[in-house]
């Protein structure tokens, strides 16, 4: 009988051992599972707080760049017009006054004729500059191509361009964020890269567009670049997003500049 207990008392140890350690691995496992659901959710808001910091930085960059179109046209409204209708106003008042000879009522009459002319050429300028003309009446490919040549013309920098595309693919408003990243990047190849020639490709596919401009400028160090934007490039960056776009750019000291955009 002793023995038979002892036997008893083994095949209970055994079972009590065996229900212990498939607690101790439940456990476990519930345990893996919690930390690994913590670290998921944790990797999870990580990322989405990055989303909101980048969208935050986007919204910025937007509004720094409407107000540095705004301080420009502004600048422009004051040195272009401003200034001129000052010179027609005094002329104006020389006129009201009538005490002018003959020849010096001619020369005034010049003076507010030309003034008036260089007021209206400045104020198309200003209207083209806010949105071309081109581009609200033949679309994106003939505004590009405008744009383009009118440099070519100047010769201060030799453009290629391959573009691929239907007038309308896009709203008038992505047409025009499309416009000015070209006016920009055309523009920083001139001033800043002290480029010779550019390349301007645009396919697309439906509301899909593929971009990509490349020039034989000095380039910069992109490192640099991305830890203090200026003005130019979170303009470019801003109007890729509003197009719900991604870009990359590719760049180095004396190796040129280019950047890829898809949509």
Do not use: C
């Amino acid at each position: 009988m002793e023995g038979l207990f002892s036997k008893d008392n083994q095949l209970i140890t055994i079972v009590i051992i065996g229900v212990m350690l498939l607690l101790l691995m439940a456990i476990s496992l519930l345990l893996f599972f919690f930390f690994s659901r913590k670290k998921i959710v944790e990797k999870e808001l990580e990322k989405k707080t990055l989303e909101i910091s980048h969208q935050k930085e986007m919204i910025q960059s937007i509004i720094v760049t409407q107000e540095e179109e705004r301080k420009r046209i502004a600048q422009d409204l004051h040195d272009d017009i401003s200034s001129k209708l000052n010179v027609i106003n005094l002329n104006a008042n020389l006129l009201k006054d009538g005490e002018l000879s003959k020849e010096e009522y001619i020369i005034v009459n010049d003076s507010i004729l030309d003034a008036t002319d260089k007021t209206l050429e400045s104020a198309r300028k200003i209207a083209h500059n806010l949105l071309p003309p081109i581009l609200d009446k033949f679309g994106l490919k003939d505004a590009i191509e405008e744009l383009a040549d009118s440099f070519n013309n100047s010769r201060k920098i030799t453009i290629n361009y391959i573009i691929n595309y239907k007038n309308k693919q896009l709203s008038s408003q992505s047409e025009l964020h499309l416009f000015r990243i070209v006016q920009e990047l055309i523009n920083n190849s001139v001033r800043h890269g002290k480029a010779k020639n550019s390349t301007i490709t645009i396919t697309s596919i439906g509301t899909k567009i593929h971009f990509y401009y490349k020039d034989d400028g000095v380039g910069f160090n992109l490192k640099n670049a991305l830890l203090k934007k200026g003005i130019g490039m979170k303009n470019i960056e801003s109007r890729v997003a509003l197009l719900r776009g991604k870009y990359s750019i590719k760049t180095s000291e004396n190796k040129g500049f280019e950047i890829n955009i898809n949509t």
